[in-house]
DNA sequence: CGCCGAGTTGAACTGAATCAAGAAACGTGG
DNA sequence: CCACGTTTCTTGATTCAGTTCAACTCGGCG
């Protein structure tokens, strides 16, 4: 069950046996059934989660109502509202379920605990944080230079996840353009 | 000349005087005058910078031969192509000068020493890059959900800055949009 | 003094949003 | 397992925020 948390944390900082032991006395196992939410925005985010299994989002809805997919986290990622989950303070997203999901959850009492009692994990979160930066860099800099239909082409060839696991008003929300324009892209590119 | 350094340190992380005497000796000073390069894109981006004097700021090309600002980096911050910086590839972005600065540089090869002399600081870097990309986050869902004269208000309020302190050609590309709209968009906030 | 880059203003254009209506797919309960 | 209601997706017509192109002004610097 730990075992995909193993291989991402070993990928870039490896740990021990024992190390790894004590790790997992940190996080809690939870089941997610579609539609439930693990994090509600203005309230407090008390978890940061990895995904084992499913498929969760954060998301924020606009003045005028409309939803915008901040991400998405497949198996094998990592999601929270970070801004509330190290400040305490109500978070900015919402987190749901898309696909029933198995996770395991930190608290940010427990995150604190496994710094200290594995020093070095310091060092993975910050490379995955890092990494994790520079991704969403590269979406900052698609949404600005280039158009609707070059981002969908882009989405389709370096993140081919989220096109066919991801209902497709979610897909539009997280390029930043409405469900009609997707579905007219989508009819285009299929002409070429 | 290291008092700027040694406060943005120890606020996330407290370090003692020879931890920080230790921490000095990895960085080189380095002086850059206006429009001077520290990155260029596509080639080896060898430099995390620390900004104790003038501007930074990084951006990229598009297809059509526009400017994208990424990023600015003022006084007390941080600035590099970290995607260049971290794998050694060709860095994506060009760092250049807006105003003269005095710099901090740090190599790869000399943060890494750094991390081994002074571990706790794998937990500064940490909380720095968590913080950028918080902002990021925002700056992102701000693209998404508001409209330009939304952002260029918020800009206003939240990065005076930017707004008093960047050339008004740059601010516009910054909050992706062309300087012809920014100047109409000032023009109207005035009359109201 | 003259030039050049930065900013402004106007007019025409366009990519994507909005509004509206229908078709397809989905899941829930009988 | 089917029927019904609810989302989701598609398609069309219209609108609009922001771009583009072009001309002009201003301020600074060589």
Redesign the interface.
Known sequence: MFDLLYNKISSLTPVTDEEFETIKTFFMPKKLRKRQFLVQAEEECKYLAFVEKGILRSY?I??RG?E?V?QFAFEGWWISD??GF?TGEPA?FSIDVIENTEALILTHANLEKM?VAV?KL??F??IL??N???A??????G????CAEERYMRLLSHSPDIATRIPQHMVASYL?VTPETLSRIRKHVLVK
């Open positions: 924020t606009d003045a409309n915008h901040v970070l801004f190290f900015t710094f020093p310091e060092r979160f910050r944080i890092q994790s930066y520079v969403l860099q590269r979406r900052m800099v949404t600005l230079t280039l930043g």
